[in-house]
C-alpha cells in the first residue's frame, strides 16, 4: 500500500513537500515514482528514482525545481517542490514498480493521490 499526503494550495512561487509511505512491501527492492494528472490531461510522469539513489530521472518541465528522495529505512519517498507554478497544479500520485521509466503502466503499485493547487 502507498499512501501519499503533503498537496494543498499555495500561491505561485512557493514550495511544497510531498511524501508517500510504503507499507506491506519490501520498499527499498523498488524504484519509487511520481506522476501527476492535471484536469482533462493525461498522467505524466514527475520523477523517479531507484533503490539505491544512484538514479534519478525528472521531467523537463521540474527540472531544477523538484527534487526526489528517498529514505529506505522509513519506507518513505519525498518529492520537494519548489518555485511552483500554475501549471503544476494536478493530482500527484506516488508509484513503485521495477523500472527507472517514464511510462506509467510500468509501475505496478500506486498511491491515492494528494491535491497540489498553485494559485497564480
Do not use: H
Not at 5 to 12: E, I, R, T, Y
Not at 61 to 84: C, E, H, P, W, Y
Not at 90 to 100: E, I, K, L, S
Amino acid at each position: 500500500q502507498l499512501q501519499a499526503s503533503g498537496g494543498g494550495l499555495v500561491q505561485a512561487g512557493g514550495s511544497l513537500r510531498l511524501s508517500c509511505v510504503v507499507s506491506g512491501r519490501t520498499f527499498s527492492n523498488y524504484v519509487m515514482a511520481w506522476f501527476r494528472q492535471a484536469p482533462g490531461k493525461e498522467r505524466e510522469f514527475v520523477a523517479n528514482m531507484n533503490w539505491s539513489r544512484s538514479s534519478t530521472n525528472y521531467a523537463d518541465s521540474v527540472k531544477g525545481r523538484f527534487t526526489i528522495s528517498r529514505d529506505n529505512a522509513k519506507n518513505t519517498v519525498f518529492l520537494q517542490m519548489n518555485s511552483l507554478q500554475p501549471e503544476d497544479t494536478a493530482v500527484y500520485y506516488c508509484a513503485a514498480g521495477w523500472f527507472t521509466d517514464s511510462a506509467s503502466n510500468r509501475y505496478s503499485y500506486w498511491g491515492q493521490g494528494t491535491q497540489v493547487t498553485v494559485s497564480s
